[in-house]
């Protein structure tokens, strides 16, 4: 088997070394990169070759290239790299890099062209003060050879290993053999209907029930799919921790069940939970795992892709042994495994790793996206950006000189914003043009002096750089996909103002990451009615939808209504003798434990008091704000086997979703409210929005995502086939058949 890669991609394999630096270095934009070229080509003199094509062999690999040029006259060849600042503090393993690269240009060029010797030079370019300045030395062809062998034979090991490796893995999986004697019910139809997507190359929204086995129903077919679709990647990704622990356990099966199966699995978490030192930076006079990270880099990489498995512990493990940073190895190795498992925004964030990495590599990724409701909200999270004025100002008040001038044009448009103002919140049509164009000019400045002064500024003026980057992005790429809004607030007797670009539709910013993965499977409890999410998520029109039959019987689940209840916001005193009422009732009939979820802490507090004193004897638990990881795993350690009591919870929070207490631990669960999102400016301009473009603005800005959370709270009771339970949903309007639509098509409801 021949291999054919660029020169930039061989060097940045194979001849990096030193320590991860990762201090700030405000790099050019791509548009400066490309200007700066040009300019030092356009010095150069009349004889001089730019852009030449050079191309070389070695056994069993070609190495092509375009080399950015030579003057003939000096016979020197240049390689030119454009940067800012000082350039003593262009990073060590930068510069080994550039060398790295002219020289295997050289070899190329003198073989091309049959040169004994060459004069090498990399050539930076400084985009801000247009200076050069040139490192340049002369280099026999011999020694340009060797070199150039060196790094062909290091890619080639490598490559040949990897080769092998997906051979094995494609044998493998073909014989791939499912861990269970049989599958589950609806786990068949679930299975045959992802392997179908993958073979087809076709986005599926799938709907399927807890206790299914959705974790491994998903990701068996679609390993299988990889030989014939000659799949490079799958991504599993998840919105929360657990369900990355749920993935790693059917991998875990999987690979238990099948022996020696070769198949490299890497968990890739955040920094922050990774990192060893948190209080350090990541470069080499701070953080010892950073120095030499380089240098170690390939024995540890090389031992993680041995090891195959490679959970959080094992990349810690590794890194350990080796004396890396853990993080950034298990980044390197995202490039390496087969299957990784990670949070949604490694795909679907501005800067993805996993996205750019697959358009980098050319790479058919196929994309299991668990928990998939919760996609919206992440995704509109991950699209909208916010700059806050008191933080502004006291930022600016302790700003360095220089950038006096630019903050103040700043402020002084931010002002302008708001001083007409009549509503404290209001929604602008377009974004301030003048206003980005001042913090554009601000971002510029502020690159600027931290191209000159990149240590010991506070951390307030960093994060509002990136900040105002991210607000400038997201301006550019301004729709309706997005509102512009204005908070204002009184601070000290003086009228400030918080700004928002909110997306509300993440749809054109996902469509192009679905677009580039060959396929794509989203499986949640609760994926109905499947045209919003396909209308939000970015989907085809032509998205397969699959309703998962489920497994559990109705007789499983007693559903009642309550036809003359009304918690409307008018109407919650009221409701509040008859809540706690039904709920004693249904507690002293069958006495267990329960979950009653609110709309609202408010909500959830007076209901609490009101059961508190009519019906003292009821053990009762309590949600309570900001509750931290440890604190909810305590209260959700009082469902016990043996316990009875009643948990008040608030829908949508964190016991609203993703908690499994089976049997006895919970055997029902009080709803109150539609779960509805407030009736407030931002959600009006939803409506209107989704009105605008999909011509259901109630539906989708209020009723879909209220009666999601509501079923993701009722899926909290049965969990298995053997449980047995009651949802009681606490409110007149669930009676109507406009809302029982859009319940699942397995209950069975009494009113
Ligand atoms: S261990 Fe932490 S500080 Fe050190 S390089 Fe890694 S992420 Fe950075």
């Known amino acids: 088997m021949s291999y054919r890669i660029g020169v930039r991609a061989l060097c940045e394999f194979t001849a990096r070394e030193g320590d991860l630096d990762l201090r700030f270095t405000p790099a050019p934009t791509a548009e400066e990169g490309q200007a700066g070229h040009r300019t030092v080509i356009a010095r150069r003199g009349p004889d001089y070759l ?58 190329l060029l003198c073989q091309q062209w049959g040169m004994d010797e060459i004069d090498l030079a990399v050539v930076y370019f400084n985009v801000v003060t247009q200076q050069e300045t040139v490192f340049r030395e002369r280099f026999g062809a011999e020694s340009l050879r ?21 051979q094995r893995r494609d044998q493998d999986l073909e014989a791939l053999s499912f861990p269970y004697p049989s599958f589950r019910h609806g786990q068949r139809q679930l299975a045959e209907a992802v392997y179908r997507a993958a073979r087809d190359g076709e986005q599926l929204l799938a709907q399927a029930t807890t206790g299914i086995g959705k974790t491994l129903g998903t990701l068996f077919p679609q390993l299988k799919a990889f030989p014939a679709q000659q799949l490079d990647r799958l991504f599993f990704l998840c919105a929360k921790t657990p369900g990355r622990h749920l993935a790693l356990e059917a991998l875990q099966a999987l690979h238990q069940h099948n022996p020696g199966l070769n198949l490299r699995v890497l968990e890739h978490v955040a920094r922050d ?5 948190p209080e350090r930076a990541c470069h080499g006079d701070s953080c010892p795992l950073a120095k030499g990270f380089y240098d170690r880099l390939p024995a540890a990489r090389l031992a993680a892709l041995q090891a195959g498995w490679l959970d959080q512990a094992q990349v810690r493990a590794i890194a350990r ?46 994309l299991l996206v668990d928990e998939a409701h919760n996609l919206i909200d992440r995704a509109r999270g991950m699209y909208s950006a916010e700059l806050d004025q008191a933080r502004f100002n006291s930022l600016r008040r302790s700003a360095p000189a220089r950038l006096k001038g630019p903050l103040d044009r700043v402020a002084r448009h931010w002002n302008q914003l708001h001083q007409d103002q009549q509503a404290d919140y209001q929604i602008y049509p377009q974004v301030a043009d003048l206003f980005v164009a001042s913090l554009n000019k601000a971002v510029s400045a502020l690159t600027d002096h931290l191209t000159d002064q990149p240590t010991g500024n506070d951390a307030a003026l960093l994060q509002f750089y990136l900040d105002a980057m991210l607000f400038c992005r997201l301006a550019e790429a301004y729709g309706p996909h997005s509102l512009f809004d204005i908070t204002r607030y009184q601070d000290r007797q003086q009228a400030l103002s918080t700004l ?32 919003y999410y396909r209308d939000l998520l970015g989907l085809h029109q032509d998205c397969q939808a699959l309703e998962v039959e489920s497994p559990f019987r109705p007789e499983q689940l007693d559903v009642r209504i309550t036809s003359k209840l009304s918690t409307r916001y008018p109407d919650r005193t009221d409701s509040l003798g008859p809540i706690s009422a039904l709920i004693a009732q249904q507690f002293h009939q069958r006495p267990g434990n329960y979950l009653a979820f609110f709309s609202s802490y408010d909500y959830l507090q007076q209901a609490l008091a009101h059961l508190r004193r009519h019906y003292p004897q009821i053990p009762l638990w309590e949600q309570s704000r900001q509750m931290n990881e440890s604190q909810r795993q305590s209260f959700l350690e009082r469902f016990t086997s043996e316990s009875q009591g009643v948990g008040f919870a608030v829908l949508g929070g964190a016991f609203g979703e993703g908690i499994d207490l089976p049997g006895p631990r919970l055997i029902g669960a009080f709803i109150a409210t539609l779960g509805l999102p407030q009736v407030n400016p931002v959600n009006e301009e939803i409506r209107q929005r989704m009105e605008d473009q999909f011509g259901n603005g109630y539906d989708y800005a209020y009723l879909y995502p209220g009666l999601q959370k509501v079923v993701q709270a009722a899926g909290r009771v049965i969990r298995t086939t053997e449980d047995q339970g009651v949802v009681w ?8 058949r406009r809302i029982r639509r859009w319940l699942p098509s397995w209950w069975q409801i009494r009113i």
């Open 273 to 277: 939970k990774a990192c060893e030192y």
């Open 500 to 531: 928002c670009l909110r997306n509300v539709i993440p749809a054109p910013f996902l469509a192009e990451r679905f677009r580039l993965a060959h396929s794509s499977t989203l499986f949640s409890a609760t994926l109905n009615p499947a045209p």
């Open 729 to 736: 949903l606490l409110d007149q309007r669930f009676a109507e």
């Open 321 to 366: 042994e080796h004396q890396i940073c853990p993080y950034y190895l298990s980044q390197e190795l995202c490039r390496w495994s087969d299957v990784v498992v990670c949070d949604y925004n490694y795909y679907f964030d501005l800067g993805a790793l996993l996205y750019s990495l697959t358009l980098i590599n050319d790479w058919r990724v196929t």
């Open 50 to 107: 730019s852009e030449i094509t050079v191309a070389g062999d070695y056994p069993g690999l070609r190495v092509v290239g375009r080399a950015d040029g030579y003057d003939p006259d000096f016979k020197l060849l240049e390689e030119i790299k454009t940067h800012r600042g000082d350039v003593s503090r262009i990073p060590h393993n930068h510069q080994v890099l550039h060398w790295a690269q002219v020289k295997v240009y050289g070899w």
């Open 146 to 166: 060797e070199f150039f062998q060196l790094q062909c034979q290091r890619f080639i090991a490598w490559a040949e290993q990897e080769t092998l490796h997906r």
